[in-house]
């Protein structure tokens, strides 16, 4: 009696917090997914259903063309950058220098900062006048007689959107090497001496043994990296504002949802978005909980 | 082993400084230029130091953003210590109590945690205002509460996994039943879990754009919509956005420095690896 009397209680502590996430997350999907259908358009909810005029439309729509492009330009600089320096600094810190904990602490800072405030300090950084009105990093490079790097940055034509993957790598490499570094810890120094017994130099073990056991980290941080990626809308309105060279999925859904009351393309936008991070996420929690339940 | 000598390495020091350098420039650029006086403010001499240590732009920078700053403070605080209790409470029956289902329920809890909020955040508005809290701040209170179960239960579950089930099973001969085991054997041990999870929630509350831009009213905006905005203005100058930036990052900054580690492992919760 006891025993069922509990397992009665244990489910129903959790209830609460299962009902809500039953609603608030599954339940709105469901909601969403019924607006993206329907031909909601003004302030007054109207479900009348369209079937998928909206994602049709998306699809034939400019706007939404420049979308996914630059969510692609984006994320592929932004992944492969903050890999690199991820992993490279990890690798470095991993050498048993001096000073290794400040080193870390200044790396992971801007993780505990905002989009917004990164976003603002950086269009000032990235600011694009030329001439006697230059400033920010252009006017450092000038007067450090760095004159080749001054750059136009994201009012670049055409791939301006890859100039918002500075501000974001640098929020985002500092994790990325804790990821690393946390990877490198867990390898037994065992297998580093064997390697330098039978004759391995210092190159080689990193690629033949220590990269390799990093695999793993590398998809986790992608995933991760990725998904924040297809997410990404603070950073660019406090950099450059809404405007259409710069224009990415979830800042489109926004305007056009609360600014713009065209709640159907909203919603379509917002399960685009919601399909293409599960393609991710979704084998990834089952790859990770599956190995979490061998172990 | 030679290579693990420290004095053999010195050129690694080189890419490590430029490194650090590279993380510092914003912030030597925020402080510098909050610093200075309102005459000295100029995009030529932006990368200058101050002549003088001034508060002109911090002090007009706050009198701006005040009333956002005390938004922002009351609502992670609730924000950070409810979604707290919940995950704890959750992480309890996930890790001891594997009910039938569990199985099922707790991937499925997680994955709210990777959803883009622009799938869910259409009902969310119509769901504020149907209960009337569009506008306010209990409103984003609560979506922080709820959107943050999944992080929390899971930071939890994961420290209580650690904990032996033994102490239990011993506290249940001893006549506990499991509100009463919670409360007297796991509850006492849970402090570094409520400052992880707490933390961490603080953190993505007062950082939060999306939810704050849209569930609240301009008089309860929080600092980062106030920020955003004051950015997008003509009238303000540069120089206030800077120390505005740097107010509206104090409270993350702070808690960084001070308890860093416990932020670095709230870090590591999200990456699924407890």
Wanted: proline share 5%; charged share 10%.
């Amino acid at each position: 009696m006891r025993i069922k009397r509990e397992t009665v209680l244990s489910v129903a502590l959790v209830t609460p917090s299962i009902l809500a996430i039953a609603v608030f997350v599954y339940g709105f999907i469901g909601w969403t997914a019924r607006v993206s259908v329907s031909q909601w358009k003004g302030l007054l909810p109207d479900y009348t259903f369209v079937g998928l005029e909206n994602f049709i439309g998306l699809f034939n729509d400019p706007r939404f063309h420049i979308d996914i492009r630059n969510t692609l330009i984006f994320t592929i600089i932004f992944v492969i950058g903050s890999l690199i320096i991820g992993l490279g600094l990890a690798i470095l810190l991993d050498q048993n220098i001096k000073g290794e904990g400040i080193f870390r602490s200044l790396y992971l800072f801007p993780m505990a900062i905002s989009f917004i405030v990164t976003g603002v300090v950086w269009r000032w950084l990235m600011n694009p006048a030329a001439g006697s009105r230059m400033s920010g990093l252009n006017l450092l490079f000038d007067s450090l007689g760095l004159d080749f790097l001054v750059s136009q940055w994201h009012t670049t034509p055409y791939w301006g959107i890859a100039f918002i993957a500075i501000p974001a790598i640098w929020q985002m490499s500092g994790y990325t090497m804790a990821l690393y570094l946390g990877g490198l810890r867990g390898i037994p120094v065992q297998l580093r001496e064997a390697a330098q017994v039978d004759g391995a130099n210092e190159f080689q073990i990193y690629r033949f043994i220590i990269l390799p056991l990093l695999r793993p980290i590398t998809l986790s941080a992608m995933i991760i990296l990725g998904h924040i990626s297809l997410k990404v809308f603070d950073l660019i309105i406090a950099v450059a504002g809404k405007q259409l060279p710069l224009d990415v999925p979830a800042i489109y859904m926004w305007q056009t949802t609360f600014d713009g009351y065209f709640f159907g393309r909203g919603a379509a936008i917002g399960i685009l978005l919601l399909l293409s991070v599960a393609v991710l996420i979704i084998p990834y929690l089952i790859f990770t909980l599956r190995t979490e339940a061998e172990l | 082993m030679m290579s693990r000598l420290r004095s053999h390495r010195w050129w690694i020091y080189i890419p490590l400084l430029m490194a650090a350098l590279f993380y510092l420039i914003p912030m030597y650029v925020m402080l510098v230029t909050g610093f200075k006086g309102f005459d000295e403010v100029s995009l030529k001499t932006m990368w200058d130091l101050p002549k003088a240590i001034r508060f002109d732009n911090f002090i007009e920078a706050y009198q701006k953003l005040a009333p956002f700053l005390w938004n922002s403070l009351n609502m992670v605080f609730p924000a950070a210590i409810i979604s707290s209790i919940l995950g704890s409470v959750n992480g309890y029956v996930l890790a001891k109590w594997k009910f039938k289902g569990a199985n099922i329920i707790f991937p499925a809890i997680l994955f709210g945690m990777f959803i883009p909020y622009q799938s869910i955040i259409i009902p969310l508005v119509e769901f504020m205002r149907d209960v009337n809290m569009y506008g306010g701040l209990p409103g984003l209170v609560l979506a922080h509460v709820i959107y943050g179960i999944p992080i929390t239960t899971l930071t939890f579950r994961n420290y209580y996994a650690n904990v032996p089930t033994e102490l239990i099973e011993a506290s249940r001969i001893d006549g506990c039943g499991i509100l009463s085991s919670f409360w007297h054997i796991l509850l006492p041990i849970s402090a570094p879990a409520f400052v992880v999870v707490i933390i961490w929630q603080f953190t993505s509350a007062w950082n939060d754009f999306l939810f704050a831009v849209v569930l609240t009213s301009p008089s309860n905006w929080p600092i980062t919509v106030a920020l955003n905005n004051m950015a997008g203005s003509q009238i303000i100058a540069w120089n206030v956005q800077m120390a505005g930036s740097f107010l509206a990052a104090l409270p993350t900054l702070l808690i960084y420095i001070f308890l860093g580690r416990y932020f670095l492992r709230g870090l590591m919760a999200g990456a699924l690896k407890g």
